[in-house]
């Protein structure tokens, strides 16, 4: 396909999420964090490549929606108003201080009701791993429409997400996390730590802390302390994964640590290599499975779209470590697997073309997940927006 008709294919889509779920309609709004935070990165991409400013606003008018819906307790909850416990007024101010949540449809478990794993999946609360998406939208929004206080909040989202999922064990060994809070994060309603939730926050806290420095003059929180923690946790960490979505989030991240070392903000030059190195024992195991080969009722498409995203940031990284001056060493260490992990780059193509088909989409594992798997579906087409700090 050509630049123009993908870009038509994304407006089509994001249109049509737009309007489904009461961004551009008068739909009650179905907000979803994870899903959202694609949009809004989608959004600002299509305002990168069409100049029209429908789209900035689209993306700007969903953070205030994301906000004022997810950033305050259920319709069904005892309490009301703003999850961080301000009033208002500071609210309105600081929506991020309380962290946001999921959007599940069901009410989160309380502390004393009973443990069903299987429920949990439906069940609302708050995620580690959403919230560094968002963050990451937020941080998008500042550079792009060259306002801080989108990144202001991002900050102090991570600020409160941190001091909130981050705990100690023991003194004598490095902080762990939990994997989903309730509402309020008042307690863990899932105590284990998620795979690649401290690579995640580690490597959104120096996002964030290279994009406050864009904005002289501007205060906003340090967190130095965060990283430094983060650092600590991801020590001998093993990232590999054969799932497609870990997968393509290794690549992701493998790409913004690049970007970020390159832009001289960031000292794990290591980091990248060391992603790419444990990204491909899964993408090898994942091929051999072939997943692809299954009709549309036995996959699930925003999964499989991580993978494809992750794979576009491959190609941005070859073109990167080209293009810009780092080390030899650095050099010498990624490029040969970078080479290795292109050789699974057309698996991103025929990811996108198979959930193109409307065929697909008509069965119930992509009408299940449709939101999720429209917004991912675009990010894999135009990705730019989503993969650059």
């Not at 997810?70 to 416990?85: A, K, T």
């Not at 499975?289 to 498409?301: I, V």
């Not at 576009?312 to 060493?329: F, G, H, Q, Y």
């Amino acid at each position: 396909m050509t630049r123009n008709e993908t870009t038509s294919i994304v407006r089509e889509i994001m249109a049509e999420f737009a309007d489904l779920t009461g961004l551009s309609s008068r739909k009650s709004p179905r907000r979803y964090l994870w899903t959202d935070a694609f949009a809004v990165c989608n959004f600002l991409e299509l305002y990168n490549q069409t100049g029209d400013s429908k789209y900035r606003q689209l993306a700007l008018r969903l953070v205030d929606q994301v906000h004022h819906v997810l950033g305050r307790h259920r319709d069904d909850y005892p309490r009301q108003g703003w999850i961080s416990g301000l009033g208002e007024k500071e609210g309105e101010k600081h929506p991020t201080a309380g962290g946001l949540r999921i959007g599940k449809k069901i009410k989160e478990r309380r502390p004393d009701d009973p443990f069903d794993e299987r429920l949990e999946w439906d069940r609302d609360g708050q995620y580690y791993h959403y919230l560094t998406k968002w963050m990451h939208a937020l941080s998008l929004a500042s550079r792009i429409t060259r306002e801080p206080i989108y990144n202001v909040w991002a900050i102090e989202l991570a600020k409160t997400a941190h001091a909130r999922f981050a705990y100690i064990l023991s003194p004598r060994v490095p902080k762990r996390m939990y994997w989903k809070m309730s509402i309020d994060l008042s307690y863990p309603l899932v105590p284990s730590m998620g795979h690649h939730d401290p690579l995640d926050g580690f490597i959104i806290y120096n996002e964030l802390q290279a994009t406050a420095e864009k904005f002289s003059g501007v205060s906003a929180p340090d967190l130095t302390a965060e990283i430094s923690d983060m650092a600590a946790i991801c020590e001998g960490k093993n990232w590999m994964t054969e799932d497609p979505l870990g997968i393509g989030d290794l690549l992701c991240n493998a790409y913004k640590a690049a970007q970020l070392a390159t832009g001289g903000n960031f000292e794990q030059t290591d980091l990248p290599g060391i992603l790419l190195d444990s990204s491909l024992p899964g993408l090898e195991a994942y091929s051999r499975t072939n997943s692809l080969e299954l009709p549309a009722d036995y996959r699930l498409a925003f999964r499989e779209l991580g993978l494809a995203i992750g794979l576009k940031a491959i190609e941005r990284l070859r073109d990167l470590i080209k293009r810009t001056s780092v080390s030899s060493n650095v050099q010498r260490a990624v490029y040969p697997l970078i080479e290795a992990v292109m050789e699974y780059v057309p698996l991103s193509e025929r990811i996108a073309t198979f959930w193109l088909d409307h065929r697909n989409k008509e069965d119930g594992s992509w009408t299940e997940h449709r939101d999720i798997n429209m917004v991912m579906l675009a990010t894999s087409l135009a990705p730019d927006a989503y993969l650059t700090l």
